[in-house]
T-cell receptor, first 112, second 108 residues
Framework: EPEVTQTPSHQVTQMGQEVILRCVPISNHLYFYWYRQILGQKVEFLVSFYNNEISEKSEIFDDQFSVERPDGSNFTLKIRSTKLEDSAMYFC??????????FGSGTQLSVL | QKEVEQNSGPLSVPEGAIASLNCTYSDRGSQSFFWYRQYSGKSPELIMFIYSNGDKEDGRFTAQLNKASQYVSLLIRDSQPSDSATYLCAVNPQKLVFGTGTRLLVSP
């Protein structure tokens, strides 16, 4: 069964460093998303991406964040100058033209 | 007002009982409603979706939607210990907005 894959599963970084989280969405999907979940809190929308551009972003997704689809398969989230409060589980998700959203297994980001 | 509200629980039910999970939403324009299950440390997994008022059944799961009351629920029949997880209600596929989730505990 097709699935969304994310790498790495865990990422540890020092405060102020840049990280890139990687995702390979399901191959025929057209809409891509990043969500995050701080430990013990709800799943929060960060950004949606369609047709090679951002379609919507939340207040959380400030200038520190960027997304890119550098080729036909990868979808990346870059976090510049990481802060302690960026520590969270980051989920990539994708969907086709129907409305069902499928999530990857997540990247646990720890900022020290 | 929160966009999607759920009781955080935990909701405790004995094995074999019916678990009833509830959710309210604030945006009257919402058209699509989803229930996800999330095990601790894992990603959300889609278990049910509903678009029209009324009930939708899939195996042991029934989703119920009442747009006039802005209310959506999930019933789990014959609850099993493996159903113990956090159940997330979500609305609007363009930008899926999640509730905080209800933790369900099914005791053997």
């Amino acid at each position: 069964e097709p699935e969304v894959t994310q790498t790495p599963s865990h990422q540890v970084t020092q405060m102020g460093q840049e990280v890139i989280l990687r995702c390979v969405p399901i191959s025929n999907h057209l809409y891509f998303y990043w969500y995050r979940q701080i430990l013990g809190q709800k799943v929060e929308f960060l950004v949606s991406f369609y047709n090679n551009e951002i379609s919507e972003k939340s207040e959380i997704f400030d200038d520190q964040f960027s997304v890119e689809r550098p080729d036909g398969s990868n979808f990346t989230l870059k976090i510049r100058s990481t802060k302690l409060e960026d520590s969270a589980m980051y989920f990539c998700a994708s969907r086709s033209t129907n409305e069902k959203l499928f999530f990857g297994s997540g990247t646990q980001l720890s900022v020290l | 007002q929160k966009e999607v509200e759920q009781n955080s629980g935990p909701l405790s039910v004995p094995e074999g009982a019916i678990a009833s999970l509830n959710c309210t939403y604030s945006d009257r324009g919402s058209q699509s409603f989803f229930w996800y299950r999330q095990y601790s440390g894992k990603s959300p997994e889609l278990i049910m979706f509903i678009y029209s008022n009324g009930d939708k059944e899939d195996g042991r799961f029934t989703a119920q939607l009442n747009k006039a009351s802005q209310y959506v629920s999930l019933l789990i029949r014959d609850s099993q210990p493996s159903d113990s997880a956090t159940y997330l209600c979500a609305v609007n596929p363009q930008k899926l907005v999640f509730g905080t989730g209800t933790r369900l505990l099914v005791s053997p």
